[in-house]
């Protein structure tokens, strides 16, 4: 046989593995797109992602939903007043 083809001969073994791996990668990228849709849904929806914890929420400043606003509020008069 020519060398330069055995060199990219694969073993069964090593075809289900690179499969295998190709299939997790797969599994994962989507997984990942999924919860990033349903994130994107659910704050287009207008439901809170934090459970309601406004304290130390990444997106406390550009939210816009009642609670937060509420909470803002109650921040505002503690500082005022």
Known sequence: MNQRFEEYVQSRRQLFI???RCASLGLLCAAAGLLLA???RLMREGVCMNDGLCDGCEIFEKC???????????FDRVGNG
């Open 38 to 40: 349903k994130r994107h």
């Open 18 to 20: 690179g499969a295998a």
């Open 64 to 74: 816009r939903l009642p609670l937060a606003l509420s909470a803002k509020q109650d």
